[in-house]
């Protein structure tokens, strides 16, 4: 089987030992809404584990008011190599530290990624773009700015307000010229895959995009760029060395 980090893994009895390392000691974990918004609800963090009885113990990664959840979520298991995802049923359940969760056997039916994902939010990238949707059979072009919240070989996460979330959509095509000032080479293109409302709370932009690139020959020229930006010089290093 191919090893590489960024397909999907296809070896259903691969899933099992990608699952044990997924469930280690401070593993994010995101509830989101099983709805077509997935809309994220709570990030919380694996504190332990009983692989026996399948189920974890979570603690939100932020503690507040107490929070009730009660139907069917999403819950996203992530750490440095590894994503999964499943969705569960839970009866009314107040969450103000800790959670304890009981994870479905047919977890392990369901695709796994591994795909490294490298987090930008502290970083303060900016990146411009142009956008391009199809609308009534035309096509309508707008020129914004909006911040880089993570990137992997596969795409990045921009961050954007609610004016900038109101007029893209599923399948746009959005056309980046610029990362922080510094004109690109060769212009990278990528396609909108979601678009997703976040808790306030949590951030303070409304939205989240997901952008899959189309095409993974002008990554090297990404990863150059933000290595320029960052303070600590090492930055660029880690990135080449990760992907």
């Given at each position: 089987m191919n090893r590489n980090k960024y397909e999907l893994i296809q070896d259903r009895n691969d899933i099992g030992s990608i699952l044990d390392k997924l469930l280690e000691y401070n593993s994010e974990v995101i509830i989101s809404e099983d709805t077509t918004?997935?809309?994220?609800?709570?990030?919380?963090?694996?504190?332990?584990?009983?692989?026996?009885?399948?189920?974890?113990?979570?603690?939100?990664a932020n503690f507040g008011h107490p929070f009730s959840i009660s139907g069917k979520y999403r819950f996203y298991i992530t750490n440095e190599q590894e994503c999964m995802h499943f969705t569960c049923t839970l009866g009314k359940t107040t969450f103000p530290r800790?959670?304890?969760?009981?994870?479905?056997?047919?977890?392990?039916q369901q695709n796994t990624r591994k795909n490294k994902r490298i987090s930008l939010d502290h970083k303060n990238f900016l990146v411009n773009f142009s956008n391009f949707s199809l609308n009534a059979n035309l096509v309508k072009e707008t020129y914004q700015e909006a911040?880089?919240?993570?990137?992997?070989?596969?795409?990045?996460?921009l961050s954007v307000d609610e004016e900038i979330a109101s007029f893209l959509r599923p399948n746009?095509?959005?056309?980046?010229?610029y990362i922080n000032e510094k004109p690109l080479k060769d212009k990278l293109s990528g396609n909108v895959v979601y678009i997703k409302k976040i808790n306030p709370i949590m951030s303070s932009n409304n939205y989240t995009v997901g952008i899959?690139?189309?095409?993974?020959?002008?990554?090297?020229?990404?990863?150059?760029h933000l290595?320029?930006?960052?303070?600590n010089k090492d930055d660029l290093n880690e990135l080449k060395r990760l992907f």
């Open positions: 918004e997935k809309r994220t609800l709570y990030k919380s963090n694996i504190v332990f584990v009983n692989h026996f009885n399948h189920e974890m113990v979570l603690k939100p800790f959670l304890v969760l009981k994870w479905p056997v047919s977890i392990f911040k880089l919240m993570d990137i992997s070989k596969a795409g990045f996460g746009d095509c959005l056309i980046f010229t899959k690139f189309n095409e993974e020959t002008r990554f090297n020229e990404i990863l150059y290595g320029q930006k960052t303070d």
